[in-house]
């Protein structure tokens, strides 16, 4: 695990200015740092190493190959590494070994191979920069779902990449211009979807993605896709497993696998474990394969509406992994908010970031690599939105459409008052809680005319953030581009998807890798591995939400090696009391970063409606939490810009 970094100029580059860019990521790579020049002096690579497989010094990077003409500098671990190295040797005999790297491993393969073909053979998790000095070409890559980053651009007559934004802001050519559109997106979906940023000129290389770079940095080709998502899923749909037997016991050896191949480490190893189906499947695999207690991790919260860490201590206890919790107050959680602009680099503002963090603090102290469980929703049908979604469109597509607009007006002018009043007298069972907040999202929600429009505006904080950010116009992301081509999918199975596609690479993971990163702790995912992603879209929608549940297949897995009484609960979540703490321990904090003149001062965002929603919110007359907190990451952001 390690920071990438580079750049390519017309003139001479400068290795300390690489090697300076580099530091600004050391905490991704504190145990060694390199850096490179090509043969002409203009292309120079940078890295920083988290020694995690083979500690010695033939790991070294950027590693350049025996006959000179082919270096390499590499992010992310590759699963599948001695296999693909006694095929190395299988094929080409003469291979000289150096030492038992991966990256070694990977710079033979590119160059014995070339990048598709060394793509389509990778089990792993990376982002990579590879020079072809025969062919005079930077190749950037990007591992298939997206579990390490990559941004690149080009920034007066420089060409840039990183593994994080503030190496390339560290360039002193790189431009800070702010990309307007990109900052709707963020409102939207309080995270930047790739291939956007933050800023102008600055692109995420996208998942299962690639790009050649020439004529030193002038010519960036388009982003290649080597391994489709959306065409393997619709591949599934047409060769699926029906015998629930079958597919419990395949499912169960791909998972004992992957977890397997991610054990695999030269330094201590540990679990996140929040008492959850995906984070316990992950566990239970780990330690019915070690021969000693597995070292697991749960963060508490003293308030109990977000406090899932008995359940994990009940699941420790069972497995018998030799587990820490780590209960926390305001006062710690509130500490690690001044660091998230330095943390997320770029604006994010998944509030779960908080607790991420520091349950990878926790897990530092004691082990180098810690295994998620993350992916498991998107795979096996586990959120419930996909089934609150798929019957609240089930009744607005039977609703004329001549009439959505007029329900939705009815819907946005009904007082939230009197809803929350007739709520208290309708059966407890059919309540809505909150009913007053989600009149407006109700009407977003009626009035769409596709499900995927429909389904965009259901994850949205706002269908309007474009209006909010002055100078804004509209981006292109995968809800647009796809729409219309998911025929073959039912309601669901778009839903999963489209969560694979933006969701998943771009919060979820994006939250785990810069948590993870921050305090050098390797974090690797299992359930990610893509064999599991192909197989799963083998099995039928029917099958995984058996009873009425998601995750069936995986639960069944799961109950092997957990008794199922100790994990039927309802599902909570990695939450915060953002609410709260809005309303308390931060509102000076948070009426300083909203200051009305500041506001406008800075341009950004039309002041009006962010300071009624913020009044709103502190009245107690809405809850505007979600949505203030994006401005409020975005303007923390901004201080450290």
């Known amino acids: 695990m390690c920071g990438i970094v580079g750049y390519w100029s017309h003139g001479l580059a400068d290795k300390n200015l690489a090697l300076n860019m580099a530091s600004k990521i050391a905490s991704r790579g504190p145990d060694d740092s390199g850096a490179w020049l090509g043969d002409d002096g203009s292309l120079a690579l940078a890295h920083r190493r988290l020694a995690i497989i083979d500690l010695s010094p033939t790991g070294h990077q950027p590693m350049v190959s025996e006959c000179g003409m082919y270096s390499l500098v590499y992010n992310g671990e590759i699963y599948n590494h001695e296999d693909l190295r006694s095929e190395l040797e299988s094929a080409f005999v003469s291979i000289q070994w150096r030492g038992r790297s991966d990256t070694e491993v990977l710079l033979i393969a590119l160059q014995c191979w070339g990048v598709e073909q060394t793509l389509a053979k990778l089990n792993g998790m990376f982002a990579f920069a590879f020079w072809d000095g025969k062919q005079k070409a930077l190749f950037l890559a990007r591992d298939r779902i997206g579990e390490k980053p990559l941004y690149f651009g080009r920034h007066n007559d420089v060409f840039l990449f990183g593994s994080e934004l503030k190496v390339l802001t560290a360039h002193p050519k790189f431009s800070r211009d702010i990309d307007r559109d990109s900052l709707a997106l963020f409102m939207r979906h309080n995270y930047i ?15 299962s993605h690639y790009i050649v770079v020439t004529g030193s940095g002038r010519n960036i080709s388009e982003q290649h896709c080597y391994w489709d998502l959306k065409d393997l899923a619709e591949q599934g749909l047409k060769n699926q497993i029906i015998d629930e037997s079958s597919a419990i016991e ?20 540990g679990a996140f474990l929040s008492g959850g189906y995906d984070s316990t499947t992950v566990a239970a695999l780990m330690q019915v394969q070690s021969v000693k207690p597995v070292k697991t991790f749960s963060i508490g919260f003293k308030e109990d509406a977000f406090n899932e860490a008995r359940y994990a201590k009940q699941v420790a206890s069972h497995l018998g992994t030799d587990h820490t919790e780590l209960y926390i107050g305001h006062q710690q959680a509130l500490d690690v908010i001044p660091k998230l602009p330095e943390i997320y680099d770029e604006p994010f503002s998944d509030a779960s970031q908080v607790p991420t963090f520091l349950v990878s603090q926790l897990a530092k102290q004691h082990v180098t690599v810690a295994l998620s469980g993350d992916g498991g929703d998107e795979l096996f049908c586990g959120y419930s939105r996909y089934f609150i979604q798929k019957n609240t469109w089930r009744f607005v597509r039977n609703v004329p459409i001549s009439m959505r607009p007029l329900i939705a007006f009815f819907l946005n002018n009904f007082p939230g008052s009197v809803a929350d009043e007739l709520m208290k007298i309708v059966p407890k069972k059919y309540r809505i809680s909150n009913v007053s907040d989600r009149l407006p999202k109700l009407a977003e929600w009626v009035n769409n005319k596709s499900f995927e429009q429909f389904y965009r505006h259901s994850v949205s904080h706002s269908k309007a953030s474009d209006q909010i950010i002055l100078n804004a116009g509209a981006c292109t992301t995968k809800f647009e581009s796809l729409a219309g081509h998911l025929s073959v999918f039912n309601d669901q199975e778009k839903m999963m998807l489209l969560d694979s596609l933006t969701y998943l690479p771009c919060d979820i993971l994006t939250k785990v890798d810069r948590a993870s990163m921050a305090v050098s702790l390797e974090a690797r995912v299992p359930l990610l591995d893509h064999r599991l992603v192909e197989f799963a879209w083998r ?24 008794p199922k009484e100790i994990m039927e609960r309802p599902k909570q979540g990695f939450s915060v009391p953002i609410e709260d703490w809005l309303t308390g321990p931060l509102r000076g904090w948070a009426e300083e970063l909203l200051d009305e003149r500041k506001l406008h001062e800075e341009g950004f965002f039309d002041p009006a409606p962010i300071r009624e929603m913020w009044s709103e919110h502190i009245l107690g007359k809405r809850r505007w939490h979600y949505y203030l907190w994006n401005v409020l990451m975005f303007q923390a952001w901004l201080r450290n810009h």
């Open 193 to 207: 979807p790739a291939p956007y940023s933050i800023y102008l000129n600055t692109h995420k290389l996208m998942p």
């Open 250 to 269: 395949q499912l169960d050896g791909l998972l004992k696998d992957s977890v397997k191949r991610r054990m695999v480490a030269d330094v201590p190893l």
């Open 539 to 562: 099995l039928p929608i029917a099958m995984k939400t058996m009873n009425r549940q998601g995750k069936w297949p995986l639960r069944q897995v799961l109950y092997k090696y957990v």
